[in-house]
């Protein structure tokens, strides 16, 4: 089945720099890459997502990029703010395996005012 | 619309008891299922069900059964709790299983 692989663990930025999660995914069937971002004691909810025919996509300070070929994945949020602080998860989805969606382990992400 | 809704909260059991987590959701979504978290593991699904009446198993179904009862309620039963599900479970569901999956607020369960 699918296996997602996400880094780093954990990230430490200033408020201001900019952060990046990187994730790659296992099955070239994939074709559906969110991002959840989770509070402290909250739900996970959906911030962003691409689909397997498009490079990038950007919303506001938020943006993820698609390597299909390499079959990687990533998060980038520019001009972090301490509201960014949170725990970041990617995932993939694979149609021919039921829609269902495979998780990176997470990033905890810090950011430093 | 209150989305995704579970129930309880917080549970204790004690090792061997069972009980059931519920779920419910008001956005008339085809697809439903149930993840467990632990640290450093990320979000690991342990059933769905992509529509009403039917049920399929996740990454980790062991020592779990499910029940989709209408196209609303989907709920999670334990039947003999051991200590390694002591875990926070949520529900999610999705339009079809195409689109953005909602997730529910979680149940904290600890097996003593």
């Known amino acids: 089945g699918e296996n997602v692989e996400q880094h780093p663990s954990t990230l430490s930025v200033q408020e201001g720099d900019s952060a990046v999660i990187k994730c790659t995914y296992s099955?070239?069937?994939?074709?559906?890459f969110p991002w959840y971002k989770q509070e402290l004691g909250k739900r996970p909810q959906l911030i962003i997502d691409?689909?397997?025919?498009?490079g990038e996509k950007k919303d506001q300070r938020i943006a993820v990029t698609l390597n299909k070929t390499a079959k990687h994945f990533s998060l980038h949020i520019t001009e972090t703010q301490p509201e960014d602080s949170a725990v970041y998860f990617c995932?993939?989805?694979?149609?021919?395996?039921?829609?269902?969606?495979?998780f990176g382990g997470g990033t905890r992400v810090l950011v430093k005012p | 619309n209150a989305g995704v809704t579970q129930t309880p909260k917080f549970q204790v059991l004690k090792t061997g008891q069972s009980m059931t987590l519920q779920c419910a959701q008001d956005?008339?979504?085809?697809?439903m299922y149930w993840y467990r978290q632990d640290p450093g593991m990320g979000l690991r699904l342990i059933y769905y069900?992509?529509?009403?009446?039917?049920?399929d198993k996740g990454e980790v179904p062991n020592g779990y059964n499910v029940s989709r009862l209408n196209k609303r309620e989907f709920s999670l039963r334990l039947e003999s709790a051991a200590p390694s599900q002591t875990s926070v479970y949520f529900c999610?569901?999705?339009?079809?299983?195409?689109?953005?999956?909602?997730f529910g607020p979680g149940t904290r369960l600890t097996v003593l």
């Open positions: 999610a569901s999705s339009d079809g299983g195409r689109d953005t999956q909602y």
């Open positions: 099955d070239s069937a994939s074709n559906y």
């Open positions: 691409i689909r397997s025919n498009v």
């Open positions: 995932a993939a989805r694979t149609e021919a395996a039921g829609n269902k969606l495979t």
């Open positions: 956005m008339n979504h085809n697809s």
């Open positions: 069900s992509a529509s009403e009446g039917t049920t």
